[in-house]
């Protein structure tokens, strides 16, 4: 199982998450005039950084954005450092 099959959407606590045993990795956001979705804060235990989950909750919030004609603000400096290096996210993002 990939890591993007295991982000979950939480909508009752504004973030996109992925539970590994105790662990949890998230990516909180928060939804601005029903056309924007301002992703603010990433947080993966040290423990698990360098596993690529990060970019799935990244990569997952952003499709959600898509699927839902949301336009994704990357005020997170780690959402924003993803966007930068997959220029096929730039139609789904606009400047903080």
Known sequence: MSN???VVNNPDK???EISQGSQLSKLEYRMKDD???DLVHTEVPDELSGQ???GSLVSTA???ARDNNLKAIP???FVASYVSR???WEDVTVAP
């Open 35 to 37: 056309e924007f979705i």
């Open 75 to 77: 005020s997170c400096p």
């Open 62 to 64: 952003l499709q959600y």
């Open 14 to 16: 504004n973030r996109f």
């Open 52 to 54: 690529g989950i990060g």
């Open 86 to 88: 997959h220029p096929e």
């Open 4 to 6: 993007s099959e295991s």
